[in-house]
C-alpha cells in the first residue's frame, strides 16, 4: 500500500485519460493521493477531485513562481478552503530562483504570508525549494514554521539540509530523482535518514522515475520509489509503503 503524497492529477497533461491514470495508480496498491492546488485554476481543479473521489485529498496554496500574480483575495480564498475536510496542507509554496517571473523580495513575502496563513488554520505547509535552500531555511525559522511543520517536497538536498528540515517539524519526501543514476543526494538522504521522517511522491506529471524518466509521470510509478529506497535501506518494499503510509496518514490526519 502507498500514499503518493504530491501529485498534480489537476494538470493539464491528464485531460485526455485522466480516470485510466487514476485507476492504474490504484491498480498498483496506490491507495490515497494528495494533489496539489497551486493557483486558481489548479486549486478549483484539485477540489472538484476531493468532490469526486473518497482517496483523494487537496492541498492548497500559491507557488512561488507565480508569486507576482497572488493578490490578497486569492490568500483569502486558500484561508477559507482550508477549513474544508479534505484539505490537509497549505502549498506548495516556498521559493523558486531559477525562474525569474516573479521577483526574489515578491516570492519570499507571499511566502511569509503562507507560512502566518498555514499557522493560523493549523495545517503544514509543503515546500517547493528550487536554488534557495539558504532563504527557504532562513524565512521558515524567522516565522516559526515548526507550529505546525510541513514537508519538503521532492527533496534533492543535503543530508545536513535534511537533519535541519526534520530539526523544524518538517518531513523528507522523495520523488522520481531518487531513482536517476545520477542523484548521489537524493540517494544518500534515502539511506541515511530514517524512514520515519520519510514520504514518497511523484510530482507528477513531472519527474518520472526510472525507467519512464523523460516521459510524463503518474501516481501508478510511485512505488518505483519505494522501491529505490527499499534498496538502499536494505529493506522490503512492502516495508518503505508501510511505512511511509503510516507516516503520510499520521502527519496529514487522512482518514
Known sequence: MFIDTHVHLNADQYDEDLQEVIDRALENNVT?????????????????????????YAVVGWHPVDAIDCTPEDLQWIEELAAHPKVVGIGETGL??????????????VFRKQIQLAKKVQLPIIIHNREATEDVLRILKEEKAEEVGG???????????ARES??????????????????????????????????????????????????????????????EIARLKGLTIEEVGEKTTKNAEQFFKLK
Not at 490515497?32 to 483523494?56: C, H, P, Q, S, W
Not at 514537508?151 to 539540509?161: A, D, R
Request: hydrophobic share 35%.
Open 32 to 56: 490515497k493521493m494528495i494533489v496539489i492546488g497551486f493557483d486558481r485554476k489548479t486549486i478549483e481543479r484539485a477540489m472538484d477531485l476531493t468532490e469526486k473521489y473518497d482517496f483523494i
Open 96 to 109: 523558486d530562483y531559477h525562474w525569474d517571473k516573479s521577483p526574489k523580495e515578491v516570492q519570499q513575502e
Open 151 to 161: 514537508v519538503m517536497h521532492c527533496f534533492s538536498g543535503s543530508v545536513e539540509t
Open 166 to 227: 526534520i530539526d523544524m517539524n518538517f518531513m523528507i519526501s522523495l520523488g522520481g530523482p531518487v531513482t536517476f543514476k545520477n542523484a548521489k543526494k537524493p540517494k544518500e538522504v534515502a539511506e541515511l535518514i530514517p524512514i520515519e521522517h520519510l514520504m514518497i511522491e511523484t510530482d507528477a506529471p513531472y519527474l518520472a522515475p526510472h525507467p519512464y524518466r523523460g516521459k510524463r509521470n503518474e501516481p501508478s510509478y510511485v512505488p518505483l520509489v519505494a522501491e
